[in-house]
């Protein structure tokens, strides 16, 4: 149910140009799992698309990439699928700190990428947090 939640806030509220004193959803939870907010870490985000249109996310994705790649926050921005599972993807970032990744969601690439997520995404978004060991 959490992760439905996340999805759920990921593409429908994620990218509001409306700012807010409250952490947005993923940060909250980033913020929960990760001990220390200064240091890398990692998000594995595992999403399904709708039938035919992968493409269209492989298309959107590559847009956001070079604009995320360029963001001072980011180590790595990468999408993968799954050659077993047509429509499956993993979305691989790597973070410099908690505050790069707010960063990345309040801008207008991460937006509009986000916000196609309803018309080209199955519901079962999963997001997971791992912290970089050694760094």
Request: charged share 25%.
């Amino acid at each position: 149910m959490r992760q439905r939640f996340l999805a759920v806030a990921l593409a429908a509220c994620l990218f509001s140009s409306i700012a807010t004193a409250e952490d947005h959803p993923v940060i909250a939870d980033a913020k929960k799992v990760l001990k220390d907010p200064n240091k890398p870490f990692v998000t594995w985000v595992s999403v399904t698309t709708k039938k035919g249109q992968e493409k269209v996310l492989e298309t959107a994705f590559a847009e956001c990439q070079k604009a995320t790649r360029m963001e001072k926050g980011c180590a790595a921005y990468d999408i993968m699928s799954d050659p077993t599972a047509p429509g499956k993807y993993f979305f691989y970032e790597k973070w410099k700190s908690i505050e790069a990744l707010d960063a990345h969601l309040k801008a207008a690439h991460t937006g509009k990428l986000l916000g196609m997520f309803g018309d080209l995404l199955e519901p079962g978004t999963a997001i997971k947090f791992y912290q970089v060991v050694g760094e």
